[in-house]
């Protein structure tokens, strides 16, 4: 069987030009590859899709993926499933538009993009709210309580190591976390957090730089991360972010001190309640600030993701002892995570 890209999102056979950037294509993981079409990911989640109602399939690519299209799309290929937490308006999608963004930019690190299964969604986002727009205030499409769950996919490939990772972002209404700090059967129903190699803790900066309302963000935060340990919805096994959204307010105030006490106290009982395998790892982002003046568009997001790529396989899927292969059996029905 001839050998050739497999990656389409690769046309080397048309235009000459590896997508990887390799001058030598032998060196290309992809190019390598043996290529057979029952191999291609999409032609295979179709098929296995197939036997249910059309009403439930989708077309992949013009829409998020929905937990059936990613458990598919997990036994194929290994990949990290990354749950985002927090209320509406806290910059959730923001942060995934802006990962994007700077990834069809350039590099992360040596991190390169090596397709997505979400493109169409990423760019509508983009289009609402690219980091380079001339708006006074930026803005992204929040996401919709009637849009439910659903899952924007990267592909990486580094350029040194020739390995590539896979990341499926999950999005859904602030609203459902909002619910569920206050519902056991809501908080049930996070079934992206209960699967979730890793796990991001969204926290308000702008609330944190506000005396008044600083108290109240930091009781929010703990509150929601007891409740969904008491549910069993957050495990010890996880790789646990704390991320602090709209760091350029916290600039602006001139509460940065202030505002990194308030998150090393919030990672301090993080750690009580959860008593992860790992630290907390904190950051801080400002994806799409209201003013250059305070941060540079993006600041902190490569962090994150460099951080996410780099955490070992063995890590992410929350085993540590390498008895264990990559998680493609555990599905958004059975998590089958560890304590």
């Known amino acids: 069987m001839d050998a050739q890209c497999s990656n389409p999102q690769c046309h080397y056979s048309e235009s000459g030009k590896c997508i990887e950037g390799y001058e030598d294509v032998s060196h290309c993981e992809s190019f390598n590859a043996e290529f057979d079409p029952a191999d291609n990911i999409e032609e295979t989640a179709l098929s296995e899709l197939a036997k249910e109602p059309t009403s439930s399939r989708e077309l992949l690519g013009k829409e998020k993926l929905s937990p059936e299209w990613v458990d598919t799309l997990l036994k194929q290929r290994k990949g990290v499933v990354v749950a985002c937490i927090g209320p509406a308006a806290i910059g959730k999608t923001t942060l995934m538009a802006c990962i994007f963004e700077q990834l069809s930019l350039s590099a992360i690190e ?29 803005s992204t499409d929040r996401t919709l309580t009637s849009e439910g769950l659903g899952f924007f996919h990267l592909a990486f490939h580094h350029q040194q190591q020739g390995k ?13 976390f909002t619910f569920a700090a206050n519902n056991s059967e809501a ?48 495990f010890p096994s996880q790789n646990i972010f704390l991320i602090c959204t709209k760091y350029d307010q916290v600039v602006k105030s001139q509460t940065e001190t202030s505002c990194m006490s308030d998150i090393a106290d919030i990672a301090e009982h993080v750690t009580r309640v959860l008593e992860p395998n790992r630290p907390v790892n904190q950051q801080c982002v400002a994806a799409c600030p209201e003013s250059l003046d305070y941060s540079q568009a993006g600041e902190g997001v490569s962090a994150i993701v460099k951080t996410i790529l780099e955490i070992d396989d063995v890590l992410v899927c929350g085993h540590e002892n390498g008895n264990r292969s990559y998680p493609s059996h555990r599905t958004f029905t059975n998590a089958e995570l560890w304590s």
């Open 187 to 234: 908080a049930q129903g996070l079934i992206e957090v209960k699967r979730a190699d890793i796990v991001l803790l969204l926290i308000n900066g702008e609330l944190l730089s506000n005396p008044q309302l600083r108290h109240a963000e930091k009781q929010r935060v703990r509150t929601l991360t007891s409740v969904l340990k008491q549910d069993g919805i957050l």
């Open 164 to 176: 590539r990772k896979d990341l499926y972002f999950a999005d859904r209404p602030g609203e459902d």
């Open 110 to 138: 040596q991190w390169n993009f090596a397709g997505s299964k979400t493109l169409a969604p990423f760019e509508r986002l983009r289009h609402s709210a690219r980091i380079t727009s001339k708006r006074t205030t930026p």
